[in-house]
């Protein structure tokens, strides 16, 4: 039976509130999830009583479960995790981290005005996107550069301005699907041009684009086959090419390269990876590329090319629902700026730095993550550090593999599924990956300062 008289001895609310407890929590916390956290604490406590149980049900008493409910109510739904997937680029997992350089202009920028549509010498309004031109045209070699929100927006507002109701000529080979919500044919058919498929899935000849131009062809489309490759009897026109059929006929060429690279990556295994510069010293009209890609910046649509074309796009009204906010701009004018001094970028723009790290730095980090977990887990796991291959890009990039180095986990007590899962659901996350019954912490994707949040983490999933 319930104790009818404990139940009316509930404290309300309000009493929770002016207790020291609750006066501690409205100087911490925001009102309205603290008194969700009580009303919830004491609606458990009275479902205890109803069920026969002897709770204690005094304020002091609850106050711990409440502030409980209260951390967990606070938490961002948006919150850092540790990638220890190895993926570098993961799509899923926000692609690219940001430089410190890049962080701290964010801050510096956002928290004061700035000139962000204003000439300071001429004391008038400016064009925002000024900022970005000069360091863009300098890193690439084009006449003119501009940026929208993201590379789907920069390929999307190419065809609105060149080729809406007219024919766009692209290989079949290119026409990707990229982190299955850009496919090429449907951003085609959103912004109103015409697909104008030529050539076979593995081969297609200048001639082929050739035979395809008609009076009603708006562009040249190169698609960068970004997250597969075709090998074998293949064969694609390369844009020094292409750039021919587009002068003949004043068709623009535009090349969507997709992954943004500006520092070629071949000599630390990314094969095939043109840069920008390439491209557009190969002729092409216009590049479009990712921020976040290999890049390594901010989500931005990047596009780069000749002055006129660039201009008709600026003047698009599309413009104006693409554009890039104050805090972008200030995260990928100081990335751009890191590639100054190439260097530099490949040690301080995370990405890079990543993708280029040498197997010796990882496997330092793997054993250093190994040292402090080893006699912590020892009866619950066998543990080592072990040679593996981790990839550059989640449905981004090629499919590049590199050597990389791992710490293994071989569970006893629980399921490997159990601890990838624990492992998920802690604070922070960390997503590791499972290889038959192994679990594997790929170091290439640690960070160093979160090399003791990470070991916190893995001790906590055994023990709880
Ligand atoms: C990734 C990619 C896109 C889409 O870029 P977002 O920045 O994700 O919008 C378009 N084209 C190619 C070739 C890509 O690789």
New binding site residues.
């Given amino acids: 039976m319930p104790d009818r008289k404990k139940l009316s001895q509930l404290p309300s609310v309000d009493e929770c509130l002016k207790s020291p407890a609750g006066e501690e929590w409205l100087k911490k916390y925001y009102r309205k999830i603290i008194v969700r956290s009580i009303r919830e604490t004491i609606d458990a406590k009275r479902k205890e009583l109803i069920e026969g149980a002897d709770s204690d049900i005094s304020v002091d008493a609850i106050a711990a479960e409440i502030e409980k409910s209260i951390i967990r109510h606070s938490a961002y739904k948006l919150r850092p995790l540790i990638n220890a997937s190895g993926v570098v680029i993961h799509?899923n997992l926000g692609?690219s981290i940001l430089s410190d350089r890049a962080l701290e202009n964010i801050v510096s920028t956002a928290r004061s005005y700035s000139n962000l549509e204003y000439e300071i010498e001429k004391g008038k309004r400016g064009k925002r996107y000024s900022h970005i031109k000069d360091i863009l045209v300098e890193l690439t070699g084009a006449e003119d550069a501009v940026v929208v929100?993201?590379?789907?927006?920069?390929?999307l507002i190419c065809l609105d301005t060149f080729a809406k109701e007219k024919e766009v000529i692209v290989s079949r080979g290119e026409l990707?699907e990229?982190?299955g919500?850009?496919r090429?044919p449907e951003?085609m058919k959103s912004s109103g041009a015409i697909l104008r498929e030529v050539g076979t899935t593995n081969k297609t000849h200048l001639t082929d684009y050739e035979n395809a131009v008609c009076g009603n062809t708006g562009l040249l489309l190169k698609?960068?086959?970004?997250?597969y490759k075709i090998s074998g009897f293949t064969e694609e026109v390369p844009v020094s090419e292409l750039i021919r059929v587009g002068k003949e006929f004043r068709i623009p060429v535009v090349s969507?390269?997709?992954?943004g690279c500006m520092i070629s990556l071949s000599p630390y295994g990314i094969q095939d990876e043109p840069t920008v510069q390439e491209e557009i010293m190969e002729g092409a009209d216009i590049v479009?590329?990712?921020?976040?890609?290999l890049l390594g910046g901010p989500?931005?649509?990047l596009i780069v090319g000749r002055k006129k074309l660039i201009q008709k796009i600026q003047t698009n009204p599309m413009m104006r629902a693409m554009r890039i906010d104050k805090m972008t701009f200030a995260a990928l004018e100081a990335t751009l700026m890191q590639y100054l001094d190439e260097e530099k970028a490949l040690m301080q723009i995370p990405t890079l730095r990543m993708l280029t790290e040498s197997e010796d730095i990882i496997k330092k980090r793997a054993k250093k993550i190994f040292k402090a977990l080893k006699k912590p887990v020892s009866e619950s796991a066998d543990i080592d550090v072990q040679p593996e291959q981790s990839r550059a890009g989640g449905?981004?990039?090629p499919e590049a593999d590199f050597p990389t180095y791992v710490v293994s986990i071989r569970t006893h007590k629980i399921t490997v599924n159990a601890l990838e899962k624990k492992l998920r659901l802690g604070n922070p996350p960390v997503i590791a990956r499972i290889k038959e019954n192994e679990l594997l912490i790929d170091a290439r994707t640690i960070q160093d300062r979160e090399i003791k949040t990470l070991v916190t983490c893995v001790i906590a999933a055994f023990n709880k």
Avoid: P
């Fill in positions: 799509t692609r929100n993201n590379n789907a927006a920069a390929v990707v990229i982190g919500s850009f090429i951003v698609v960068h086959q970004s997250n969507d390269l997709g992954s479009t590329f990712s921020g976040d890609k989500q931005a649509g449905g981004s990039l």
